[in-house]
C-alpha cells in the first residue's frame, strides 16, 4: 500500500502562483511513476502530468504545459505541482496518484486507469 497526502491548495488570482505537494509514504519503493489530475465539477478527471521513477521523465497535459511545473524530493518522497501563471480554468481539486505497474517505456500514464493509490484532494480555486 502507498499512502499520498496532498497539500498546498488554495484561493489564489488570476496570473499567480500556488505549490502542490504530494507526500507519499507507504511501499514506495514499488513505485514506476506519480501523477497529478485535476477534478472541476461536474466534469472528468482530467490529467495534468506526471514523474516516471526511473529516470525522471516528466510529460504534461498541453493545458497545462509551460505554465505548470512537477518535480519531486527524493529524500522525503515528496512530489511537487508549482503552478504559475494560473487561470480561472485551473480551478479545480487537484489529486495525486502512485502508480506501481510497468507498462512499459512508450505509456505516458495520463489516464487515472493507470494508478492504483490516490490522495484526497486538494481544492485550487483561482479567481477572475
Known amino acids: 500500500q502507498v499512502q499520498l497526502v496532498e497539500s498546498g491548495g488554495g484561493l489564489v488570482q488570476t496570473g499567480g502562483s500556488l505549490r502542490l505537494s504530494c507526500a507519499a509514504s507507504g511501499r514506495t519503493f514499488s513505485t514506476v511513476a506519480m501523477g497529478w489530475f485535476r477534478q472541476a465539477p461536474g466534469k472528468e478527471r482530467e490529467f495534468v502530468g506526471r514523474i516516471r521513477w526511473r529516470d525522471d521523465n516528466i510529460y504534461y497535459a498541453d493545458s497545462v504545459k509551460g505554465r505548470f511545473t512537477i518535480s519531486r524530493d527524493n529524500t522525503n518522497n515528496t512530489v511537487y505541482l508549482q503552478m504559475d501563471s494560473l487561470k480561472p480554468e485551473d480551478t479545480a481539486v487537484y489529486f495525486c496518484?502512485?502508480?506501481?505497474?510497468?507498462?512499459?517505456?512508450?505509456?505516458?500514464?495520463?489516464?487515472?486507469?493507470?494508478?492504483?493509490?490516490w490522495g484526497q484532494g486538494t481544492q485550487v480555486t483561482v479567481s477572475s
Open positions: 496518484a502512485a502508480s506501481n505497474v510497468n507498462f512499459g517505456a512508450t505509456f505516458h500514464y495520463a489516464t487515472p486507469s493507470a494508478y492504483s493509490y
